[in-house]
């Protein structure tokens, strides 16, 4: 069963149309990337779907509701959470802290009762701190919660960030590069970790990444976008032989095998 379906969706920039009639649909607790080069529209369609973009044409539904033209901040209380291609973490706060600021929508405290400290407030700071202690036991960071969030590991960054999305009950999250300028360690544990938030949270993933190894070994289905356009559909076998797509995105050299290891630009 579909839990977003993108329908005909069009966003124009002055003369330059970023996205065209594109047509997508992600299912319930499946990992779906998005892939094409640089300029293709994927971040573009990130942003139409979060409300940070409307989009000329089309329709946005997510869990049969249409979201399209809604400002951000009800996308993401309807259940849809990202990250960015650049980290956007508190960096001056503890990694506990950053995963707190994520639930924030959840949370039932006024100013009254923050200002005069209620047994109910008292009670509630700490569910939410063991529900964020779990949290990070979840992505592996539980040992550094009292870390200040800008001193850890850039993989750690990373875990933290899908932490903090995970701390908003999301249905839906969308990742954006989540391995992009890792090593091999951390792209892998990264991996595993994408994987686990489907198995073991039945969390829906909509991600965007260039690099092909991480595509093919996680994903469910894989849409290929060319000039806002998508040009094919499928799972990772009929993504690596189809032809249009060997050629324009992963080189000749794929059809032998050769290109799974490279990242695409």
Aim: net charge neutral.
């Amino acid at each position: 069963m579909s839990l977003l379906v993108s329908k005909t969706i069009t966003k124009r920039f002055g003369g330059l149309q970023a996205l065209t009639d594109l047509n997508l649909t992600v299912e319930r607790k499946s990992i779906h990337s998005v892939i094409g080069p640089n300029g293709a529209g994927k971040t573009t369609f990130f942003n139409c779907i979060t409300g940070f973009y409307k989009p000329e044409e089309g329709e946005v539904v997510f869990d049969g509701v249409p979201i399209q033209g809604m400002p951000p901040d009800r996308v993401a209380q309807r259940g849809i959470a990202r990250t960015y291609q650049n980290i956007r973490l508190f960096a001056n706060v503890t990694v506990l802290e950053n995963v707190l600021v994520g639930m924030h929508r959840h949370l039932r405290t006024g100013w009254f009762g923050a200002v005069l400290r209620t047994p109910r407030v008292r009670s509630e700071e700490w569910a939410a701190e063991e529900e964020a202690m779990e949290i990070l036991r979840f992505v592996e960071l539980a040992k550094q919660s009292d870390e200040i969030a800008k001193n850890l590991s850039y993989g750690d960054q990373r875990r933290l960030e899908i932490a903090r999305a995970l701390a908003s009950k999301p249905q839906l999250i969308l990742l954006d590069e989540p391995t992009a300028g890792m090593n091999p360690r951390e792209t892998e544990a990264t991996t595993n970790l994408i994987r686990r938030l489907r198995d073991e949270r039945d969390i829906t993933i909509l991600l965007i990444e260039h690099d092909m190894r991480v595509v093919m070994n996680v994903s469910d289905i894989i849409t290929v976008l060319d000039f806002g356009k998508k040009i094919a559909e499928g799972d990772a076998y009929a993504i690596r032989t189809n032809p249009h797509v060997i050629e324009a995105y992963l080189g000749r050299g794929a059809v032998a095998g050769e290109s799974y290891g490279q990242k695409v630009a």
